[in-house]
């Protein structure tokens, strides 16, 4: 069965450090592109993070830039996610999903979607 | 950032009924929009890619059109389990946005 597990969040005081983690298991995660993606309560979904296939491209929405990083480690089939200098505003369940390639018509083309997630974590930012 | 844009934020409608929820991106995405569903408590779930195709496993009564900068979801004959939030996605550049989400509700 295909199946992402996220694990590490929890209460953290404002200016702390949490490190989220998220285990793959049923599909070859070495050759897969991740990402992370937060909901703050009662919000929509945010885009947090991406990291190709051997780490040698990450990107981030600006509110993280500098505060966060992602990261992999593929022999253990893992992802995760330095969070540093926590804020209130980054209250939120933060789910792992795998980005996957998808052949469009034309040639050449190729679309991304995340098409695996996980359950979430949930990370509080509350003194 | 490319700011996306769903519209309505809301709806509400009836099993049977027929839908469509319009997804607007602030510049072109070469037809990089996807669409999920998701269902309180519950993570999202991919419904269409690249605007127009169907997720495997994803009923055909969900549809994806477009181009550009203005895309639709229409559902036709909704059924019970459809009711959720619905949310578009650009993949054109990074960060990859998502829309606000329409609530879909039972009228």
């Known amino acids: 069965e295909v199946q992402l597990v996220e694990s590490g969040g929890g209460l953290v005081q404002p200016g702390g450090s949490l490190r989220l983690s998220c285990a793959a298991s049923g599909f070859s995660f070495s050759i897969s592109r991740m990402a992370w993606v937060r909901q703050a309560p009662g919000k929509g979904l945010e885009w947090v993070a991406y990291?190709?296939?051997?780490?040698?491209?990450?990107y981030y929405v600006d509110s993280v830039k500098g505060r966060f990083t992602i990261s992999r480690d593929n022999a253990e089939n893992s992802l995760f996610l330095q969070m540093n200098s926590l804020r209130a505003e980054d209250t939120a369940v933060y789910y792992c999903?795998?980005?996957?390639?998808?052949?469009?018509?034309?040639?050449?083309?190729?679309?991304?979607?995340?098409?695996?997630w996980g359950q979430g974590t949930t990370v509080t930012v509350s003194s | 950032d490319i700011q996306m844009t769903q519209s309505p934020s809301s709806l509400s409608a009836s099993v049977g009924d027929s839908v469509t929820i319009t997804c607007r991106a602030s510049q072109s995405l070469n037809s990089y929009l996807n669409w999920y569903q998701q269902k309180p408590g519950k993570a999202p779930n991919l419904l269409i890619y690249?605007?127009?195709s169907l997720q495997s496993g994803v009923p055909s009564r969900f549809s994806g059109s477009g181009s550009g900068t203005e895309f639709t979801l229409s559902i036709r004959s909704l059924q019970p389990e459809d009711f959720a939030i619905y949310y578009c996605q650009q993949s054109d550049s990074y960060p990859h946005t998502f829309g606000q989400g329409t609530q879909l509700e039972i009228k």
């Open positions: 999903a795998r980005r996957r390639k998808y052949t469009a018509p034309r040639p050449g083309i190729f679309y991304y979607a995340m098409d695996v």
């Open positions: 690249g605007t127009t």
């Open positions: 990291i190709k296939q051997d780490g040698s491209e990450r």
